[in-house]
């Protein structure tokens, strides 16, 4: 299901973000979100997970147990190993069950490189390789809409490509409806299959590009 933004409005204080805005965004795609500082990019990540609420308008087409967020940071669990990190996302369900979960988890180390790593801590890790698990997070979650906020910035270029390609390769086996925000205009263009440009605030869509 495509996720229809209609009427938005959300403010903070006298600061309007969003006033009467619209948009459509297309299911198991990738749209790549550019704006300028401030503008209210971050916000609309909240709005769509329910972090925060609208003032008025509607936002359908997402279920709300059904999101995973990849943040700047990769926000581990510091005195849990990377494999327990993981098996967080199966929390709530049955030990029998979650133990089947370790066939997936397994499968995703190795997808993103670190599959002799498992039983490390993530402060024994490169900013890369705990950034690698939090992607992996995301996807062992069984999210329709996954939500990332800058997750390469603070990468070096070299790291970042391989990362992306590697991001890429995994949505393509599983493919999930995303909204990446970047202040980065190549990064965009390299992951999202549409550009959406954002005006400062209150937001409006300035450009739309299909990449692909
Ligand atoms: N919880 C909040 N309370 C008050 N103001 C807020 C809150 N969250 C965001 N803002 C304000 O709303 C505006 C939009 O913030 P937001 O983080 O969405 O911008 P952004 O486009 O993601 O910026 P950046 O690219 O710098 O991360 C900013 O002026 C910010 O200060």
Same mark, same amino acid.
């Given at each position: 299901?495509? #996720?229809?933004?209609? *009427?938005?409005?959300?403010?903070?204080?006298? &600061?309007?973000?969003?006033?009467?805005?619209?948009?459509?965004?297309?299911?198991?795609? =990738?749209?790549?979100?550019?704006?300028?500082?401030?503008?209210?990019?971050?916000?609309?990540?909240?709005?769509?997970?329910?972090?925060?609420? $609208?003032?008025?308008?509607?936002?359908?087409? =997402?279920?709300?147990?059904? #999101?995973?967020? =990849?943040?700047?940071?990769?926000? %581990?669990?510091?005195?849990?190993? #990377?494999?327990? *990190?993981?098996?967080?996302?199966?929390?709530?369900?049955?030990?029998?069950?979650?133990?089947?979960?370790?066939?997936? #988890?397994?499968?995703?180390?190795?997808?993103?490189?670190?599959?002799?790593?498992?039983?490390?801590?993530?402060?024994?890790?490169?900013?890369?390789?705990? &950034?690698?698990? +939090?992607? +992996?997070? +995301?996807?062992?979650? $069984?999210?329709?809409?996954?939500?990332?906020?800058? $997750?390469?910035?603070? %990468?070096?270029?070299?790291?970042? *490509?391989?990362?992306?390609?590697?991001?890429?390769?995994?949505?393509?086996?599983?493919?999930?409806?995303?909204?990446?925000?970047?202040?980065?205009?190549?990064?965009?263009?390299?992951?999202?299959?549409?550009?959406?440009?954002?005006?400062?605030?209150?937001?409006?869509?300035?450009?739309?590009?299909?990449?692909?």
């Amino acid at each position: 299901m495509s #996720i229809v933004i209609k *009427n938005l409005k959300k403010s903070y204080g006298d &600061q309007i973000i969003f006033d009467d805005f619209n948009l459509v965004l297309q299911e198991k795609k =990738i749209t790549g979100i550019l704006g300028p500082s401030g503008a209210g990019k971050t916000t609309l990540l909240n709005l769509c997970c329910g972090l925060e609420k $609208p003032d008025s308008g509607t936002i359908e087409g =997402i279920n709300p147990t059904s #999101i995973s967020y =990849i943040f700047q940071e990769p926000r %581990l669990l510091p005195w849990r190993t #990377i494999r327990e *990190n993981l098996r967080f996302v199966f929390k709530g369900q049955s030990i029998k069950k979650s133990g089947f979960h370790d066939k997936e #988890i397994d499968e995703m180390l190795r997808m993103v490189g670190l599959d002799t790593v498992g039983d490390y801590y993530p402060q024994e890790l490169s900013g890369g390789m705990r &950034q690698r698990v +939090a992607i +992996a997070r +995301a996807f062992l979650y $069984p999210s329709e809409l996954l939500l990332m906020d800058e $997750p390469f910035s603070s %990468l070096d270029l070299t790291l970042k *490509n391989k990362l992306m390609g590697d991001f890429l390769k995994i949505w393509e086996q599983d493919k999930r409806t995303v909204i990446f925000v970047s202040h980065n205009q190549e990064e965009i263009k390299q992951l999202s299959h549409e550009v959406l440009t954002f005006s400062d605030k209150p937001v409006r869509v300035l450009k739309k590009e299909t990449i692909y």
